[in-house]
């Protein structure tokens, strides 16, 4: 079973690493890079995927550590 997708999200004080579903941030960042290596390193131990939003929110880059299949379907 894998575990939670991790996403790097803005706060007004820098980044945070939130795992999906949760109601408080896992841990906090001053920069978008030191939280996006923090959340790629839970979702490599949890096998899941790294979320990095822009600061418009939008999801920029997504790193996935979990279970590919593959041939990739498509």
């Known amino acids: 079973m894998s575990g939670k997708n991790q996403h790097v999200v803005q706060r007004e004080s820098g980044w945070a690493v939130k795992g999906e579903g949760n109601t408080r941030d896992t841990s906090h960042h ?3 890079a030191e939280a996006a290596e923090a959340a790629r390193e839970i979702a490599r131990n ?3 995927e790294a979320l990095i939003h822009g600061r418009d929110g939008r999801i920029r880059e997504r790193d996935s550590y979990g279970n590919d ?6």
Do not use: A, V
């Open 30 to 32: 001053s920069t978008q």
């Open 46 to 48: 949890q096998k899941s």
């Open 69 to 74: 299949p593959f041939p990739p379907k498509g």
